[in-house]
């Protein structure tokens, strides 16, 4: 399987389904956020009061970019196979999502890849056809972005903003950590899914990372 270096601008191309799916799971997964991490224990008064906004404006951006992030990192990666990633919102996950959020827990499972082949009639090669570890390749560069993500915020958590009365990134670094340990888990269309058919070793590690940026944020390490 020979790599390309020609990245286009059609790599990062979405279609319109795309967008909607993006803008679905993030507006569910900041609520989910919203909810579990400010709510307290009262989650329903929370959502109807003042507060609720202020922090649900906080978080979206964070949540947004930590989205985009790891979406943007796996079309990259499968670009480089000839082949397209697509972003693939997991409706029950969204439910869920929500719904654990008044329990103090965000099961940030929303969505997955789904990477298709294609002719790469330019290149005057037949069609690519992509195995488990292809597959895998492409599913592990979503988290190991944004397991990235995390533990650069974290670093450098010290010198953030304070709104809210929230530090700022290391917010950051605890929603994507949160996203790193729920796209694993091994149920289609979820990264974890497609990782675990190829590298149960690296399935492994990337939860470890997830649980230790959780760890370093909440004082158990």
């Known amino acids: 399987m020979k790599f390309i270096t020609d990245t286009g601008s059609s790599v990062y191309d979405h279609s319109i389904d795309e967008v909607q799916d993006i803008i679905i799971s993030s507006l569910a997964l900041s609520i989910a956020f919203?909810?579990?991490?400010?709510?307290?224990?009262?989650?329903?008064?929370?959502?109807?009061?003042?507060g609720f906004l202020s922090h649900f404006i906080l978080v979206v951006p964070l949540v947004v970019s930590a989205i985009v992030a790891k979406e943007m990192a796996q079309k990259g990666t499968a670009r480089a196979f000839e082949s397209h990633?697509?972003?693939?919102?997991?409706?029950?996950?969204i439910v869920i999502s929500v719904l654990s959020?008044?329990?103090?827990?965000?099961?940030?499972?929303?969505?997955?890849?789904?990477?298709?082949?294609?002719?790469?009639?330019?290149?005057?090669?037949?069609?690519?056809?992509?195995?488990?570890?292809?597959m895998g390749i492409v599913a592990s560069i979503g988290p190991l972005m944004s397991i990235s993500l995390a533990m650069g915020c974290l670093m450098l958590s010290p010198l953030s903003?304070?709104?809210?009365?929230?530090n700022v990134l290391s917010l950051a670094a605890e929603i994507n950590a949160y996203i790193v340990l729920f796209s694993l888990v091994p149920a289609s269309p979820l990264d974890g899914d497609k990782i675990l058919r190829w590298s149960v070793g690296l399935w492994v590690f990337m939860i470890a990372m997830?649980?230790?940026?959780?760890?370093?944020?909440?004082?158990?390490?």
Request: hydrophobic share 50%; charged share 15%; net charge neutral.
């Open 161 to 166: 903003p304070m709104v809210l009365g929230e």
């Open 85 to 93: 990633a697509r972003y693939e919102m997991w409706s029950p996950g």
């Open 101 to 134: 959020s008044f329990l103090g827990v965000v099961v940030a499972a929303v969505s997955g890849v789904k990477i298709m082949t294609e002719y790469a009639e330019r290149y005057a090669r037949w069609r690519i056809e992509l195995n488990p570890k292809h």
């Open 34 to 50: 919203t909810v579990a991490l400010f709510g307290g224990s009262d989650p329903i008064g929370f959502i109807m009061s003042a």
């Open 210 to 221: 997830g649980l230790a940026v959780l760890g370093l944020i909440a004082g158990w390490i």
